[in-house]
């Protein structure tokens, strides 16, 4: 058996079908005229699918008035925004407001290094 032959059964076997992984994301509970949201908007929207950290948590964004029911929520949503780490429908932890970018990246960081399962993929470098 040829190599990549062997790696595709692997992989196979690994993920049968129909037994996704674990769904890891990062949801912004965000509302219209929200300063901090459009600020965070402006500095980490744009780059947020193209890091690391967007690679292991995808982006969801949700207006704070329409939470879904199913959400497993560790407390109430009260500002904006606010980011909820999700694993399958639970939070796994939050980070309340936006500090600013450097203090943000520092903080997702942190959230998903606790989170066992969360790999970061590392990325070429720019050039």
């Given at each position: 058996m040829s190599r990549v032959a062997a790696l595709c059964l692997?992989?196979?076997m690994a993920f049968p079908p129909g037994l996704a992984a674990a769904a890891l994301e990062l949801v912004m509970v965000e509302q219209a005229g929200c300063p901090?949201?459009?600020?965070?908007?402006g500095e980490i929207g744009p780059i947020y699918p193209k890091t690391e950290e967007g690679e292991a948590a995808p982006l969801r964004r949700i207006d704070i008035g329409e939470l879904p029911d199913g959400m497993e929520l560790a407390g109430k949503v009260v500002f904006t925004p606010t980011f909820l780490l999700v694993e399958d429908g639970r939070e796994l932890g939050r980070i309340e407001g936006y500090p600013g970018e450097d203090f943000f990246w520092g903080l997702l960081s942190r959230l998903l290094g606790e989170t066992?399962?969360?790999t970061l993929v590392p990325q070429d470098p720019p050039g």
């Open positions: 692997g992989l196979f901090w949201c459009a600020r965070w908007n066992p399962g969360a």
